[in-house]
């Protein structure tokens, strides 16, 4: 059965003609009606949306922290602050070419070119009245009172003349950016190039990390085609090519994608075997004749968390945690149903493993007006033509993907819909 009530939905706030949101092949997995729910029209099941993803951010414990190598370490979290193992710099150094100079000038030159260079041992004392060339980098000789740049100086016959710098000028001194032992960054700071270089020069060659969430996708559903054109009441599968990415741009190490068609006893095989710390299912989330997921999540004797949220599109997902402990977010089949229950579920509880803190919350204000379900949240995706605007997009139906491909974000509607000039909360969606 399609979702009518979100079809609706869709066709109201889409321009006049605009196509159904479910596509007529999307199945029985698109948005199964929940099970103790008469149609999908009618009272919602579950937790509302913000406690879904509560609920899912404290269902899981960071993984244990271990140590890898810088070159290993990007996208990872820091398990423990990070403190500088030196001085930064290290030593007095150089902040351009030219010379360093002792006292007022002229002075005299105690070496010709190339002089000090960087990585250079330290060269000799300086006394007043004395210079030696020196590049950028370099370890300033002791002595040295500033560093004449080399665009205001003239050296010739050994000696040098040019205006006498300020005391200090273009020298960094040792410890101006930090003294050893002080806390550059904070546990949970996730590891960007830029950390990584800071690592470096504090004198890491490892970091103490939460490693990335290994994820699993089972694919389930036989009426999926992987290659060619849709035929014979077969559908092209978009959530497999989709969620690994997807996960993956959400902080997962994304392990392998199976598809297992309606097979209850590969999905069951597929399940108790996967060395995953998170699985992800798409379809099967409803109660159909061949949808297995919860009959097979009750055999395995995993506790189901959260069976539907009341969030349109995606309101069948559901969150489970096997015997082991591994989480299972179940997605409905339907594409844009699958991008809610990832951002609902899957997102904070990546999070939570990965010990990643919440990205700073995002609004926008609505170019236009959004009808909304009476009691449950929507997510409707929009484009962002200016800093605080955000402009709806059509073809926003669960079944569709043109409209959230085209998406910067995902607006979160409150239940009853919003005015144009309503500011909501915006969830940034993965950059290519």
């Not at 399609?2 to 199945?27: C, K, S, Y």
């Not at 010379?99 to 000090?116: F, N, Q, S, Y």
């Not at 930090?178 to 546990?187: D, H, I, N, Q």
Request: glycine content about 12%; proline content about 10%; hydrophobic content about 45%.
């Amino acid at each position: 059965m399609t979702d009518e009530f979100d079809d609706a939905l869709a066709l109201a706030n889409g321009p006049a003609g605009a196509a159904p949101a479910a596509a007529r092949g999307a199945g029985r997995r698109g948005v199964a009606r929940p099970r103790h729910a008469q149609a999908e029209g009618a009272a919602h099941v579950g937790p509302a949306w913000e406690s879904a993803r509560a609920t899912a951010f404290r269902s899981v414990r960071p993984l244990p922290p271990r140590r890898l190598p810088l070159d290993l370490a990007l996208g990872h979290t820091l398990a423990a602050p990070l403190t500088a193992l030196t001085d930064l710099p290290a030593f007095d150094t150089s902040a351009m070419d030219g010379w360093a100079v002792a006292g007022p000038g002229p002075w005299r030159l105690t070496a010709g070119e190339p002089g000090v260079l960087a990585g250079a041992p330290a060269a000799g004392r300086l006394t007043d009245g004395e210079a030696v060339p020196i590049a950028t980098g370099a370890r300033v000789p002791e002595g040295a009172t500033a560093v004449l740049r080399s665009e205001r100086g003239t050296a010739a016959d050994r000696r040098l003349r040019g205006p006498s710098p300020q005391p200090g000028a273009d020298i960094r001194p040792r410890g101006q950016e930090c003294r050893s032992g002080t806390e550059l960054l904070p546990a949970r700071t996730p590891l960007t190039p830029a950390a990584l270089g800071l690592a470096a020069a504090a004198g890491y060659d490892q970091l103490a990390v939460r490693p990335k969430p290994r994820a699993e996708v089972l694919v389930l559903g036989d009426e999926l085609l992987f290659r060619g054109l849709p035929h014979d009441g077969r559908i092209r599968d978009a959530l497999g090519p989709m969620t690994g990415p997807w996960l993956a741009a959400l902080g997962a190490q994304v392990m392998v994608t199976r598809r297992l068609g309606d097979d209850a006893e590969a999905l069951h095989e597929a399940m108790s075997t996967s060395r995953a710390d998170l699985i992800v299912t798409t379809g099967s989330t409803a109660a159909g004749p061949m949808d297995h997921l919860r009959a097979v999540l009750a055999r395995l004797g995993a506790h189901l968390l959260i069976s539907g949220v009341a969030v349109r599109p995606g309101h069948p997902m559901l969150l489970a945690e096997l015997p082991g402990g591994t989480p299972l977010v179940g997605l409905p089949g339907n594409p844009l149903a699958a991008v809610s229950g990832l951002l609902t579920l899957a997102e904070p509880l990546l999070r939570a493993l990965a010990d990643r803190p919440a990205a700073a919350a995002r609004h926008g204000r609505l170019t236009d007006e959004v009808r909304g379900h009476p009691e449950d949240t929507r997510l409707v995706p929009v484009e962002l033509p200016e800093p605080d605007a955000a402009r709806p997009l059509t073809y926003a139906g669960p079944a569709m993907l043109r409209g959230i491909a085209a998406a910067a974000a995902l607006a979160v509607i409150p239940a009853g819909g919003a005015r144009a000039k309503d500011r909501v909360r915006l969830l940034d969606l993965p950059a290519a």
